[in-house]
């Protein structure tokens, strides 16, 4: 019996020797804010096609090249090389939304007044509504916004 208290007595006093310093949880939180790199996703955007690519590399390069000539072919149909026929490339920042919705802004020159900026966003809005499921980025397991601006050939006739 004497064991059985000597024992329980040691058991409640030698707890205090595991007690180790928890830390804070805003001291945490703030560590992990701090390590995570914002400006960098773990998976780009993507396209069935791409998915069955395993490489990450060769997976981004899929859907940017997908996008581009996508864009590209329904470009070709329409009056931007005639209307402008000096240009030649459009950039266009594309922002892929958590909910995989697509939004689609031209940029152009700050000094540029040679074009009319609303008949070409118009343009794009119209061409540009029928486009395959885009995935979106994903950064720590939840779906992200990204942009990016993507340089587009108008091919003149």
């Known amino acids: 019996m004497k064991r ?13 020797y595991f007690e180790k310093q928890v830390p ?12 995570i790199n914002w400006n960098q996703v773990d998976e780009y955007p993507s396209i069935a ?9 060769q997976r981004k390069q899929c859907f940017f090249e997908f996008l581009s000539s996508t864009i590209q072919q329904k470009l070709d149909t ?24 697509l939004v689609f802004e031209p940029q152009f020159p700050q000094d540029s007044t040679a074009y009319d900026k609303k008949k ?18 994903i950064k720590r397991g939840i779906p ?10 108008i091919r003149g006739e």
Not at 24 to 35: F, V
Not at 49 to 57: F, Q, R, S, W
Not at 120 to 136: A, C, G, M, Y
Not at 144 to 153: D, G, M, N, S
């Open 4 to 16: 059985i208290v000597v024992l329980l007595a040691f058991a409640l006093t030698s707890c205090s």
């Open 24 to 35: 804070n949880e805003q001291e945490l939180l703030q560590k992990e804010l701090k390590a």
């Open 49 to 57: 096609e791409c998915e069955k690519l395993t490489d990450a590399t």
């Open 78 to 101: 329409d009056t931007l090389s005639v209307l402008y026929p000096e240009l030649d490339t459009i950039e266009v920042k594309i922002t892929v939304n958590p909910d995989a919705t």
């Open 120 to 137: 070409i966003d118009s343009i794009l809005r119209v061409r540009l509504t029928d486009l395959p499921k885009i995935n979106p980025a």
């Open 144 to 153: 992200v916004k990204t942009q990016f601006i993507l340089p587009v050939i």
